[in-house]
């Protein structure tokens, strides 16, 4: 088994993105700079990636800067993966359904200063819609804000609703401009052998997702 997935998008060559799999360690990853940890609260909020003498409370970081590499932690949530069409920039978002609904996808596409219509986005491991289920209190958040979202909603037999995580970061990300995207093909939940999964075992790890560049 390989230590990690390789982002599968079309970003420029100098961008190295991805995610570590389970029962892996952080120092095989490719880190082409300084990871920038985050101390992830399930919110909106986004920095830019640097030094920091502790990691800042935010849910996504950007850079410009080939020194550093954003990088957030998942284990269900859904990490999204971020670059300009030129790799110029990049970014991360730690998106579980409480930071989607607050806008952390438009926050980080807001940081990185492109066009969103040249911002590639890759979605890595996050639970799939069969095994994510929610009650009617997270559905009615994400509809009020758009009545579109009940589309990623299935009601289920125990009268709750599974809900399409993949789906909605793509609502989310199509509304602010993003045609380019990838990924969200994964399940953490069924693939126990390559993921971590805080509803399978809430004593889990996480994943580590990245996103740096090599350029000089």
């Given amino acids: 088994m390989n230590d990690w997935i390789a982002a599968d998008w079309s970003a420029p060559r100098h961008i190295v993105a991805g995610t570590m799999l389970k029962g892996t360690g952080e120092s095989t990853l490719p880190l082409p700079g300084n990871p920038c ?25 950007v850079s410009g800067n080939s020194k550093y590499v954003c990088v957030v932690r998942t284990a269900d949530c859904l990490p999204v993966l971020l670059c300009s069409a030129d790799g110029s920039v990049f970014g991360a978002a730690h998106a579980g359904w409480r930071g989607l609904a607050a806008g952390v996808i438009e926050n980080t596409i807001a940081a990185l200063s492109a066009d969103p219509a040249e911002v590639l986005v890759w979605l890595g491991p996050a639970i799939s819609q069969p095994s994510f289920e ?12 758009d009545p579109k979202a009940a589309e990623c909603f299935v009601a289920n037999s125990r009268g709750r609703w599974q809900a399409d995580l993949y789906g909605l970061a793509k ?21 126990e052998q390559r993921f971590h999964s805080y509803r399978r075992d809430p004593a889990c790890g996480r994943m580590v997702s990245f996103v740096g560049s090599n350029a000089p």
């Fill in 37 to 61: 940890y985050l101390n992830q609260v399930h919110g909106s909020k986004v920095v830019i990636a640097g030094r920091f003498d502790s990691p800042p409370s935010a849910d996504g970081s």
């Fill in 134 to 145: 929610v009650g009617e209190e997270v559905r009615a958040v994400f509809v009020k804000v």
């Fill in 171 to 191: 609502q989310r990300l199509l509304a602010a401009g993003v045609r380019n995207i990838s990924g969200g093909g994964y399940c953490t939940y069924l693939d």
